[in-house]
């Protein structure tokens, strides 16, 4: 931890560190009570969020019947992100994040409660989705890189991995629920009643916050106010390639591979001619492959970047195949390891940025991670809308998976040559064998 002397004296941890954490199993992170009553909460406002999604998308194609309508809503949920997000990781870092947590989940809640009002008066147009799409991105500015950092002082470091595959997890279980949920909702009763119980839902997280013993948080020094934080920031991640290309790879995953509402939505009205139904069935299906790759990683305790790469590569080439899937059966059947392959991305970017970041500059550098992965959307959420729109979802689909293919390669490449490795192809104990190894050992590997 650093003690002052400024964030790049200090040493970080490095990424390429495979040692597991110590008394680490699948759910060792839950023993500790203050992230246990996060969690739960986490869980609840998780479902109510999933649900908001769901809702959300297929009003906004209800109202006006285009795909890019549902990427300018998307656009406009992130775009505050793009534009602001940076600064948000400095507010993460100067305030006590506790605090700053409570008064970020109420605004969530109350953009779910307004949402709620217009829809059940009768009264919601799409720009008032437009309107609170773009106020709930503005307090996801601040809430994000808060929330990120404030993990590290519920659980300490040997820790750090666990929770933060955990929470991937607690956030993929909701994501199993909420969509079913919200499905169920729109047929019966209409998108309203889903926008309510997703503003209710932040009083779970509200409550768990207000219960923690402050005195168990890991005391993490806050950065004091002063002149030049966000240049500190940059130059800090840009001066270390186990930083820099991680987020780079995440930035395109999330521009161009993670713009599902798009698709699917897309998918379920013009390839399949379904209902609002079949769209949360596609949502829980990549969902429970999301669950699986979170609890996976919380198994497997380490953040290796090769891992990172090729669940890239597999992620991009899995959607370009899903895209031209000749049945229904196939396509929703590929929505598993797709689910799978993207949140392995996330959680072994994420938890492996963290811990090679100095704890003074967590916030910064988690809200340069999150600016890249969902800032980027306003960006590509249009621009794939319309591809999908002029040339069909199949093509739409596929452009996505096929740049986030080439994305992974190239940060693969750039990754090995950073850590003195060539991809050797041959035999390892009477198999074929591809895999990046050391330079000098490269001759003893055939």
Not at 318 to 333: D, Q, R, S, Y
Not at 334 to 345: D, E, K, N
Not at 355 to 369: I, Y
Request: proline share 4%; aromatic share 8%.
């Amino acid at each position: 931890m650093s003690t002052g002397s400024g964030a790049d004296s200090a040493p970080a941890p490095t990424a390429y560190d495979t040692t597991p954490d110590r008394k680490q199993t699948m759910f060792s992170s839950l023993k500790i009570r203050n992230y246990r009553l996060f969690a739960t909460g986490q869980v609840v406002s998780n479902t109510g969020t999933w649900m908001q999604r769901i809702a959300q998308d297929w009003l906004v194609l209800t109202l006006t019947g285009s795909a890019s309508a549902v990427g300018i809503t998307i656009a406009l949920q992130f775009l505050p992100m793009l534009l602001f997000g940076l600064y948000g990781g400095v507010i993460a870092d100067r305030m006590p994040k506790r605090r700053l947590l409570l008064v970020t989940q109420a605004a969530m809640g109350l953009t779910g409660l307004a949402l709620a009002a217009l829809t059940l008066s009768g009264h919601v147009q799409v720009w008032h989705v437009y309107l609170t799409a773009f106020l709930l991105g503005l307090v996801t500015v601040v809430d994000n890189p808060a929330r990120q950092s404030f993990v590290a002082e519920m659980v300490g470091p040997d820790q750090l991995r666990n929770a933060v595959s955990l929470n991937s997890a607690n956030f993929q279980s909701a994501r199993l629920v909420g969509p079913a949920v919200a499905g169920v909702l729109i047929t019966a009763v209409g998108s309203g009643y889903a926008f309510l119980l997703n503003g209710l839902s932040f009083l779970a997280p509200v409550a768990g916050l207000m219960m923690m013993r402050t005195s168990e948080l890991h005391k993490v020094e806050r950065a004091p106010r002063g002149k030049g934080q966000l240049r500190e920031g940059l130059r800090y991640v840009a001066g270390r390639p186990e930083l820099i290309w991680p987020i780079v790879l995440v930035g395109f995953i999330g521009t161009f591979g993670f713009n599902f509402p798009i698709w699917l939505s897309a998918f379920v009205d013009d390839v399949y001619h379904s209902g609002a139904g079949t769209y949360g069935l596609l949502n829980t299906l990549m969902a429970a492959g999301s669950l699986a790759g979170a609890l996976l990683a919380a198994r497997r305790g380490t953040s290796r970047l090769r891992i990172l790469v090729g669940a890239a590569v597999l992620f991009g080439l899995l959607e370009v195949v899903t895209a031209f899937a000749p049945e229904f059966w196939i396509f929703a059947a590929l929505m598993v390891p797709i689910g799978m392959c993207g949140l392995t991305v996330n959680v072994t970017a994420n938890s492996s940025v963290q811990m090679a970041t100095d704890p003074l500059m967590r916030g910064r550098v988690m809200s340069l991670f999150m600016m890249v992965f969902t800032g980027g959307t306003p960006l590509g959420a249009p621009l794939v809308g319309w591809i999908t729109d002029a040339y069909g979802p199949r093509v739409g689909f596929a452009a996505g998976g096929a740049v986030a293919t080439l994305a992974a390669v190239a940060v693969g490449v750039m990754l090995a040559r950073v850590g003195g490795l060539r991809l050797s192809v041959g035999w390892h104990r009477g198999h074929p064998s591809v895999r990046f190894v050391e330079r000098e050992r490269l001759t003893t590997v055939a």
